[in-house]
Nanobody
Framework: QVQLVESGGGLVQAGGSLRLSCEASGGTFSSYTMGWFRQAPGQEREFVAAITWSGGSTYYADSVKGRFTITRDKAKNTVYLQMNSLKPEDTAVYYC????????????????WGQGTQVTVAS
């Protein structure tokens, strides 16, 4: 069974940086797309970034383009989300997800999800 475990969330001042990690286990991920989504209280879950495991193609929401970077380390079965120039509006629970050829921005098309990690950006 595929498991995704996120880590790296926390409290940071506006303008600061955090790096989230998502360690994947229990499967072969060569055909997967790995995504990061976030959900703030009372809001819909929204797409942040995605990367294809095999080719490393990346996709970003307009709101994070130029500030966030998604990468993967095949040897460690881990996906990272480097978040720079953080803003208070980035505050949310961040989730890692995995799916086979999903439309990257559609969270319902990802099959596996982590438990989420809280990111809080103070102004």
């Amino acid at each position: 069974q595929v498991q995704l475990v996120e880590s790296g969330g926390g409290l940071v001042q506006a303008g600061g940086s955090l790096r989230l990690s998502c360690e994947a286990s229990g499967g072969t991920f060569s055909s997967y797309t790995m995504g990061w989504f976030r959900q703030a209280p009372g809001q819909e879950r929204e797409f942040v970034a995605a990367i294809t495991w095999s080719g490393g193609s990346t996709y970003y929401a307009d709101s994070v383009k130029g500030r966030f970077t998604i990468t993967r380390d095949k040897a460690k079965n881990t996906v990272y989300l480097q978040m720079n120039s953080l803003k208070p509006e980035d505050t949310a629970v961040y989730y890692c997800a995995a799916g086979v050829r999903p439309r990257v921005v559609i969270y319902r098309e990802y099959r596996y999800w982590g438990q989420g990690t809280q990111v809080t950006v103070a102004s």
